[in-house]
């Protein structure tokens, strides 16, 4: 009863505070009766209506809106589609049409059917586009390769793929240069080998729409992609506004820092899109007059950090960054659709249960979930870190399991179970705030103590990255007895024994105060990853720096030489009895 009066106090409220049209007032109180716990949320529900009104609408156009390319064509036939970058070339929608039509109509005399799938292996970003939009039109499957990959990697993502032919383009041998590697991280699976995306077409309808929506993106608006198109940032969130929405799409090759602003106001680019490193790379370049010229309303991508976010939008003049999280081969999308500083995402707090995801408790060592007595995962609360999963299912099946007599193995059981069925384990571990928007955050022993200052792994680990271009580069801190803290060590993925240690010691110095540069350094074929994505430290940070337990070339920072020493076991002496300094 008293809920009701509420509601209808609201009703009034809202309407002359804040404006709204009467429908989403209705709508609003309703929401609010039927699914609030009383005041206590008020203030929760009144800072979030509005945003999560319009979350509703996005996911209803979402799920009814299913136009497909051949009705952009019609709407939109001689309008720019795609404009290349670098060779300026320019393809219409008709001409992406008639171009995919005959992919398709050649495919199909060579006998590929519905379900089969194709490898794409190519760099022509002319191409590409239509190469796959062809493939689809006959329902074959692409399988887009990762360009940059060779030997056993591009052998095994072919394999995995179960492609019945790879179409490969004639193009010089690449340039493996920077942007690309940047998507190394992006593309590597859980064992080390990469995993080839396979592009899902309600998927990348989906994933194209909700941002387009999301972010109150326009036909009219021109985006500029410097992704690479193999990737679902580049492809699907770029490209795809071209395919589904009648977006100009301006396709750069390569991405480049100093071009960048440039380009956006040669093509009138009003979105432009971003991965975090980028916009680091762009900051870092020297101010220019024209970087403030363009017409750009919109940042459009994943990991800007928190701690570059308003510099970012300050210097370059973006008014909004659409920050979104959403991995190729999970369905939780989430997205900053309101301009909330450093979020990735939200999820309601008024309708939890609305949107499919939830934030469960994770140890996050060993990124295992972590339940309670009755084997069903925790919710978080505001501020508590956890994993984000897809929703797990409160009547849980988990009862045909009771009949085990050993617990222990009962428990491995559901686990295992509620692990496949139920959820579906995305990428990182988030922190909630109050009002239920989402943050990427270090995780709990990232950061670590060394000459009485604290150092972030994930900061180091950038700067080296970015040092050595863009290895795999893992950093963390291990004890050295005797010794306060912890001393740092980056293991370094470098299967080509390709790095120069003097120039790598020189560009630290300016890179790294004293206290974050890494003293010692391991290097290492390759980097194990979790099935999640992150780098496996927990055995590398075990093994320490002793020469006898690691078999990978190490190295020491020798501070009266300001240069790395090979490490060997009379080294590793010294330092463990105190007599080397550190
Ligand atoms: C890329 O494809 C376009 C369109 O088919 C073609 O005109 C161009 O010559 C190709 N470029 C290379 C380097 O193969
Ligand atoms: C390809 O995959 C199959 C099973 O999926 C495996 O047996 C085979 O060894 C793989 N071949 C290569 C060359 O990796
Ligand atoms: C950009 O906009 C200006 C003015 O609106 C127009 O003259 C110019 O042709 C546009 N450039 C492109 C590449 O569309
Ligand atoms: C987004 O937030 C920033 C401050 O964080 C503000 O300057 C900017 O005007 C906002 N943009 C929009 C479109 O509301
Ligand atoms: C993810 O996909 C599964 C199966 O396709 C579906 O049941 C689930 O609702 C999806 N979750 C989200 C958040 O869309
Ligand atoms: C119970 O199962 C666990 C895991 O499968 C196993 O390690 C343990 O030995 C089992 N205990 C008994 C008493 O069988
Ligand atoms: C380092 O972190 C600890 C714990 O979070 C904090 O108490 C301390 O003030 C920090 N020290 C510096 C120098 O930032
Ligand atoms: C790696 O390169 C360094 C010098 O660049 C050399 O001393 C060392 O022997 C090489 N190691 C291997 C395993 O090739
Ligand atoms: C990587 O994983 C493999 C297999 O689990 C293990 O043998 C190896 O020691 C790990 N390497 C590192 C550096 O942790």
Redesign the pocket.
């Known amino acids: 009863m008293l809920r009701l009066a509420c509601s209808t106090a609201l009703l009034f409220v809202f309407r002359l505070l804040l404006g709204l049209p009467w429908l989403q007032v209705v709508a609003a109180c309703l929401i609010f009766f039927f699914g609030t716990g009383g005041w206590t949320s008020f203030r929760v529900f009144v800072k979030t209506i509005g945003r999560d009104l319009h979350a509703a609408g996005v996911l209803l156009k979402v799920k009814l809106n299913v136009k497909i390319f051949a009705e952009t064509v019609q709407k939109y036939g001689d309008k720019t589609a795609l404009?290349f970058e670098g060779t300026g070339e320019k393809w219409s929608f008709r001409e992406l049409d008639d171009y995919s039509n005959r992919v398709a109509n050649l495919l199909y005399q060579r006998g590929f059917r519905e379900g089969d799938v194709v490898a794409l292996f190519m760099e022509n970003r002319s191409q590409y586009v239509g190469l796959w939009l062809g493939m689809a039109k006959i329902g074959v499957e692409a399988a887009l390769i990762n360009f940059n990959l060779r030997l056993e990697a591009l052998v095994h993502c072919v394999n995995i793929s179960g492609s019945k032919a790879v179409i490969f383009g004639s193009d010089n041998p690449p340039q493996r240069g920077f942007t690309d590697r940047l998507f190394y991280i992006y593309t590597s699976g859980t064992t080390g080998m990469p995993k080839a995306a396979i592009v899902v077409h309600s998927r990348y309808y989906r994933m194209a729409a909700l941002v387009y929506y999301g972010f109150g993106m326009r036909s009219e608006d021109?985006l500029y992609d410097c992704l690479p198109l193999y990737h679902s940032a580049g492809n699907i969130v770029g490209v795809g506004q071209c395919l589904i929405h009648g977006m100009t799409v301006v396709i750069k090759k390569k991405f480049s820092a100093s071009k960048f602003w440039d380009d956006c106001i040669?093509?009138?680019c009003t979105i432009v899109q971003y991965i975090g490193e980028i916009c680091r790379y762009l900051l870092n370049q020297p101010v220019r007059h024209t970087e403030q010229q363009h017409r750009v309303r919109m940042a459009l991508g994943n990991g800007l950090r928190q701690s570059i976010w308003e510099e970012f939008m300050q210097r370059f003049n973006v008014p909004q960054i659409a920050e979104f999280y959403g991995a190729t081969e999970c369905n939780c999308s989430l997205g900053n659709f309101n301009n909330k500083t450093g979020a990735c995402g939200f999820n309601s707090r008024i309708l939890p249960y609305v949107y499919p995801i939830r934030l469960v408790r994770v140890d996050e060592e060993t990124m295992e979930l972590i339940r309670g007595p009755d084997g069903v995962c925790i919710p978080c609360g505001p501020g508590e870190p956890g994993q984000l999963v897809g929703r797990i299912k409160q009547n849980d099946p988990l009862r045909r399991f009771d009949g085990y007599v050993n617990e222990t193995a009962t428990n491995k059981k559901i686990a295992h179970s509620v692990f496949k069925k139920e959820t579906v384990p995305t990428c990182d571990v988030l922190v909630m705030d109050e009002c239920g928007y989402m943050y990427f955050r270090d995780r709990t022993g990232d950061t670590f103590r060394w000459k009485g200052e604290n150092v972030s792994t994930t900061e180091v680990e950038g700067t080296l990255s970015r040092l050595l271009d863009m290895k795999d580069v893992v950093v963390y801190g291990v004890e050295v007895p005797g010794v306060e803290g912890k001393a740092g060590m980056a293991a370094v993925a470098d299967p080509e024994n390709s790095t120069d240690l003097e120039k790598f010691s020189r560009d630290l110095e300016k890179a790294l105060p004293v206290y974050a540069r890494p003293v010692f350094l391991r290097f290492l074929p390759e980097v194990n990853k979790t099935g999640t994505f992150k780098f496996q430290k927990t055995e590398m940070r075990r093994e320490g720096f002793d020469p006898s337990l690691v078999s990978d070339r190490l190295y020491f920072l020798d501070c009266s030489k300001g240069s790395y020493v090979p490490l060997d076991a009379e080294l590793h002496r010294s330092i463990v009895s105190g007599k080397q300094k550190l």
């Open positions: 404009i021109v040669k093509y009138n």
